[in-house]
């Protein structure tokens, strides 16, 4: 069984629309519908925004369906000018970028209790999504960190400030927590992020006009993936 989790349904609807023998199970306000999916066990759900409800959502799915492995897919801001609208993330790490308990001699992003900053992805799920990315006509692979925090990116400063501080190439709102619950309970991870958005000025106009199509390339990858492509 595999695990897919995207933050709003347009970044997962295409699957779900796949999705065959349907299942569906509510745990709190999470929704989780498995089934087939391109021939292989999968459970889908919709976490809503922001860390805690992917993490509330991530551990409800670990404990109820014990996937092999999360993926996290979705739209994201750029994380620097290198990334632009269009290209992907694939995550080498996670990082909580809101996390900051430097005041008290902590490194600014330091996760207590798992006593991490960069969380990390497991490398072979990430290689196969990279290379199930690099299938996509016209799409341009990245990889390096994902950073996630309780905000929605819409300043160059803001954006510089996480560039500066932990190398991201990609700024979103769920992708720390889903590693973070994750890690917790030992399953790997990937995050794959296709950006909709500069996470500048100009993403409160972008967001909405680039997210669909961002959307359906990370469903695009996961289709790649499951059939093996
Ligand atoms: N998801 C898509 N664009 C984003 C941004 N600029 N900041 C946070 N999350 C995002």
Known sequence: MYGLI?????????LMDQLTDRQEKRIGMDVFVSGKLFGKDAVLSVCGPGKINAALCTQSMILHYQPEWILNLG??????????IGDMVVATAAVQHDMDTSPIGDPVGLVSKINLVEIPCDAALREKLVKAASAVAGVKVHEGIIATG??????????????????AKAVEMEGGAVAHACYAHGVPCGVLRSISDQADGQSGMDYPTFTKLAASHSQQVVENLLRGV
């Open 150 to 167: 309780d905000q929605f990116i819409n300043s160059g400063e803001k954006r510089s400030r996480i560039h500066q501080l932990f190398h």
């Open 6 to 14: 995207g933050a709003m349904s347009v970044e997962v609807e295409a």
């Open 75 to 84: 739209v994201a801001g750029a994380g620097d000018a290198t990334v632009t």
